[in-house]
């Protein structure tokens, strides 16, 4: 029911940025727990960071300080500021949402750091 289309990845080199935006379809942002996982090769998906329906919001400690997570209701979106980009940051970045008790994921972008 809740559909989330994942934007913004791509090459860029340490120290760079990137945004990344999930653009959400079939409910209102507002009304969802949002957040952004990331996978590298041969590791586990881990959580990067959240965002609640009170604006709270929860960081990975490799990324507090670095990324920002946000909500744009008007644009029906959740974002992902990336700044400082570590090669280490290199994965493919999912878009989650909950919603009415239901988990939806984003198909993932590619976000890769160079050195």
């Known amino acids: 029911q809740v559909q989330l289309v994942e934007s913004g990845g791509g090459l860029v080199q340490a120290g760079g940025s990137l945004r990344l935006t999930c653009g959400a379809s079939?409910?209102?942002?507002?009304?969802?727990?949002l957040g952004w996982y990331r996978q590298a090769p041969g590791n586990q998906r881990e959580l990067v960071a959240t965002?609640?329906?009170?604006?709270?919001?929860n960081y990975a400690d490799s990324v507090k300080g670095r990324f920002t997570i946000s909500r744009d209701n008007a644009k029906n979106t959740v974002d992902l500021q990336m700044n400082s980009l570590k090669p280490e940051d290199t994965a493919v970045y999912y878009c989650?949402?909950?919603?009415?008790?239901?988990?939806?994921w984003g198909q993932g972008t590619q976000v890769t750091v160079s050195s």
């Open positions: 989650n949402a909950n919603y009415i008790g239901r988990n939806f």
């Open positions: 079939g409910a209102a942002v507002r009304f969802m727990t």
């Open positions: 965002l609640n329906r009170t604006g709270s919001t």
